[in-house]
């Protein structure tokens, strides 16, 4: 037999140079790892240096706001949407590394840790969320609240409700954030010790981390056993969390605005977000410093079809609430729809029906941009950008509302023909919101200076169930083992 | 033009390696691949048999079912309420949420509609005769038919023989 | 695993082919009882179209009442069909392959009992093709802006896209009963229906892209079906309780609760009517329990919301039906039974593995989930329209008659006769898809542990 007749017409699909082909031993993995965080590059410090400048600018703005005082709500709308954005953008990342996880995935092993290590962000915002407590007049200006105890006097609510709640929420999201970390690092902490040189900060912190990691069976049965419940845990924190603040801090301010399902396309919208940040930091680190074998095609694509269905469910939720709202009717809905999506805030919303909705769908439907390397990091920025107009639309027509905090003012309509106009940065906002991402990223850079940005012992892990390309007759399969 | 003329030969069940050899061989003795083509009762991997790929267009058809969907709902809603235009509950008469809503199903049946005549149509179906065919290939038999010139199927029928075909039989497709 | 039976496709075909080329003996009197209630049914509602809507118990102010009930819960159960087979198959789980058909096939017929009801609740039944817009001659159209004109482009899209997509994951195993036929007429039957398949690779690839298409098509159908259901209710302002955002996510979850225990229940019932426990196995039964521990849940989490913004709205009347509902007899005790049997009985027992992995256990949670999901919509309903706030001159209740007790098993029998029939005709369980499994499942040691792995391209 002539062994030309014999080649397949299916050469195997690692020929692709953009699928990444992580090595195969063990040491080599974990040696090239623990060598890559040890090791900073410049771009590090450009970076640092350019989100630094951001972060000043964004304390001057913080401090100048401060100056003007806390009583006008209307002034801080930007900086509370700047809140959101980071419990949406950053606070729900972690998802991405948590869901696979829970359905076995591999895909997700070599951005699991770096998904993780967005809750380190949480810190940031719990920070942002002090002076938050301080603009919130309390709920006794007679807005509906979550917080009824007397169904005869619903405005009796406990003092400082829901200021205590919400910080209580935020704070348990972000320590079991971090627990989370801690824990899914522990195995590579024993690593880093064992590698880093002796004396230095990352021999002893590594150490000090690891808590002495032995890799007993009975400490790795922990280790996932602990990471499934704390990611169980996370998931419903955060839940939640974006229950708590688009309710108190966001819905209760709009007389009228009520929209059972907001809570939920809250999260969902953070979901959405969670999934283009994690396909723009997998595509940074996969460019910029070095992952290519580690990080490609496979993760980039996984991260665009689930960026494609929460762009749907992006619509579907938008969809149900403003249906169910316009087709009542009723004077108060439709002052509410005015004030978010048709009235000064229009050319807002429509930037962020086609940036969450419209573009990520029929670019992404389309293989060629979902099966590449640059069309989902493309669409994620877009997408990271709608969600910052979509929070600053909501946030600061809620804010702008007149009244609020004050008692006399009716809370349970919202008149149509006295809706507040427009709200426009300031170039105070604007530093605020360049801050808002400058220390978002200084923060995520400081975080894995910390802990390790690839998990090594689930790259470890995935060799053993990944079997490779196998001749199977005159095709080449993957054959690929199911774990647990 | 010469009537063309089929000849199936069944491989059992495990061993798909003589029917990837049936193929070289056949390929080997010049036919091409619109002339034999494997036939089993399971899908398996692509290229288990060193088969070519197959091509289609089915992604299209889900396309142009939707765009004629889209079409006829949008005229279908817009053309009723235009035509008989009650004002109800205060809506405008083109009220685009209620519209928009029976336009996506027209989309999406559309859609479907047309995904499931492009299956049909692509997968070469309806096929009224069954040329090389037998009932054990549902049963794990692999089978290599080649459809060819009457005077080539000789050659053909000899090849599926050496490389050890357990039967070799003779289709009646003309 | 263990557990897994490694088979040739000889003995695939002749288990799975079991009940269509030959008969249970069990099957004959099932099938006779079932007609006759379907008959009965069908009976009483011949007696309602004679008389009038006035053998029902409806009466001002409640005019939905079991019928719309039933229809909104079978159109819930109808979601499972999709949901199962279309996400299964997107994320490539390959414990769908034993379940997809019969989900698929019980969407079909759930689909067309979900139509009964409404249908013959209009009480001029014989003018239900208005609905349509085909009236040239007099200019009279169909008011596209009303919900009951959204519904039934809804369920009919749904209806068809579901039905062709079983038609065409069907195809292959219609040629294998058309190779096993020993009757001409059987054989010719077959032979047309399998539209001349043979099973090339061509063939096999479009069947395999056709799975994952029709999938992506179906699946934004299913989610708007129960959308439209659910704004048949929500965008009424009238009604207390009903007037909420959330009803569309909240009615799609709750129907995905109801409708992948139907699933689990169809899977318990497979086991012990058609003895097929070598291909559901107890790993199928835990996965899909763990899936109903996340639905269900998730259900859960909607339901609460739904309540918390009914008292958000610091309203009277929305509170006053919110007492109606939980606290007045009868609602109080369908309102415990409700959540009781929906959530609190079965989520905790599936937290156990050896419940998750026995048939029986399954089959007594999952009936229990569909109890409770039925008298969710009865409690969303029928308490609403008894709506006690002010301009409401008749306080009246509502009691069903026999005729709608009737009606509604009708549809219930309606079901299962029609999943009977229809395995009568067709293999339940996806033969090719079992056959793939089989292909593709490949095993290898890691130490003393044997690693299940499947094939991937």
Known sequence: MASSARAAPHAPRHADPRVAEPPTSPSETTGFLVGKHLRLGDNFWRAVAVFGIFSILGVIGFVVRLGDGMGETAAWGYYV???????????????????????????????????????????????????????????????????????????????????????????????????????????????????????????????????????????????????????????????????????????????????????????????????????????????????????????????????????????????????????????????????????????????????????????????????????????????????????????????????????????????????????????????????????????????????????????????????????????????????? | ??????????????????????????????????????????????????????????????????????????????????????????????SIPPMSIIIYEGTMLGAIIFTVIGIVIESRLPRLFMGAYDERITEGYIGVAVTTDQDRVGKAEEVLKQVGAEEVKRGWES | MLEHVQLDQKTINKDLLGGVLGTPSWWLPTVLFLTLVVFTGLGAFGYMMNKGLGVTGLNRPVFWGFFLVNFVFWIGISHAGIMISAILRLTQAEWRRPVTRAAEVMTVFSLMAALHTPLFHVGRPWRDFWVFPYDFARGVWPNVRSPFVWDPSAVMTYLIGSSLFVFIALIPDLAVVRDRAKNVWVKRLYSGLCLGWRGTPRQWKLQAVAGILLSALVLPVFVSVHSIVSWDFAVVIGVEGWHSTIFAPYFIIGAIHSGVSAVAMLMALGVWMWKLDKYIRPDHFDAIARLLIVVATTWFFFFFLEWVFALYTLEGPEIVLRELQVFQWPYSAL?????????????????????RRSAFWMLITTILVNVGMWLERFIIIIPGLLRRQPLTFDWGTYHPSIVEILIVAETFAFVALGMLLFSKLFPLIPLFDIKEGMTNRREFKIGRLTIPATVRE
């Open chain 3, 335 to 355: 309102f415990i039974v409700f959540i009781v049997t929906a959530y609190f009985i079965p989520v905790p027992m599936w937290m156990f593995k050896s419940v």
């Open chain 2, 1 to 94: 033009m010469l009537a063309k003329k089929s000849v199936l030969g069944l491989f059992p069940e495990g061993q798909e390696d003589m029917a990837a050899d049936a193929l070289d061989a056949l390929r080997e003795e010049g036919y091409t691949h619109s002339e034999y083509e494997i036939i089993t009762g399971t899908p398996y991997p692509e290229g288990t048999f060193g088969e070519e790929e197959p091509k289609h267009t089915l992604f299209r058809w889900p396309l142009m079912g939707a765009a004629c969907g889209f079409v006829v709902g949008l005229v279908l809603t817009s053309g009723t309420q235009l035509a008989y235009p009650l004002v109800t509950g205060g809506k405008p008469v083109l």
């Open chain 1, 81 to 484: 949407a700047m809140f959101s954005f980071i419990i949406t953008a950053a606070s729900a990342a972690p998802m991405v590394a948590i869901a696979p996880r829970m359905a076995n995935s591999h895909w997700r092993r070599p951005i699991s840790r770096a998904a993780e290590l967005w809750s380190v962000v949480g810190l940031l915002s719990l920070l942002w969320f002090i002076p938050i407590l301080w603009i919130l007049p309390p709920l006794s200006d007679g807005r509906r609240s979550l917080w009824f105890f007397d169904m005869n006097h619903p405005n009796l609510v406990p003092s400082y409700t829901p200021h205590i709640w919400a910080s209580a929420a935020i704070l348990g999201l972000v320590v079991t954030g971090l627990a989370l970390v801690w824990v899914s690092c522990l195995p590579d902490f024993a690593s880093i010790a064992r590698r880093a040189p002796e004396g230095s900060f990352q021999r002893r912190w590594s150490l000090w981390m690891a808590r002495g990691w032995q890799g007993t069976s009975r400490q790795w049965h922990m280790v996932k056993r602990r990471m499934g419940i704390l990611g169980a845990f996370y998931f419903m924190m955060l839940v939640f969390v974006h229950f708590l603040i688009s309710v108190d801090f966001l819905m209760t301010l709009v007389p009228g605005w009520i929209d059972a399902l907001y809570p939920v396309t809250h999260a969902a919208n953070a979901l959405q977000a969670a999934a283009a940040t994690m396909v723009l930091t997998a595509w940074i680190l996969r460019t910029f410093c070095g992952y290519e074998r580690y990080i490609g095609l496979d993760q980039i694509w996984g991260l665009g079809k689930l960026m494609f269905a929460l762009s749907l469910l992006w619509f579907w939720f938008w969809f149900s609430s403003f249906n169910v709202l316009w087709y009542g009717k009723m004077p108060f809905e439709q002052a509410v729809i005015e004030l978010l999506i048709t009235g000064p805030y229009l050319w807002v919303f429509m930037a962020v029906f086609m940036l969450v909705f419209v573009i990520p769908l029929w670019t992404l439907v389309w293989n060629p941009v979902r099966h590449s390397l640059w069309g989902p990091p493309l669409i994620a920025v877009g997408i990271l950008v709608g969600t910052f107009l979509d929070r600053i639309r909501l946030y600061v027509a809620a804010y702008s509302v007149p009244g609020i905090g004050n008692p006399s003012v009716h809370k349970h309509v919202l008149d149509f023909d006295h809706l507040p106009k427009t709200v426009m940065p300031d170039i105070w906002d604007i530093f605020i919101m360049l801050g808002a991402i400058g220390l978002i990223a200084l923060v995520y850079m400081a975080a894995s200076r910390l802990f390790p940005i690839m998990n090594m012992w689930e790259q470890r892990e995935l060799q053993l169930y990944d079997r490779g390309h196998a001749p199977y007759h005159r095709a080449h399969v993957r054959v690929m083992g199911k774990s647990e």
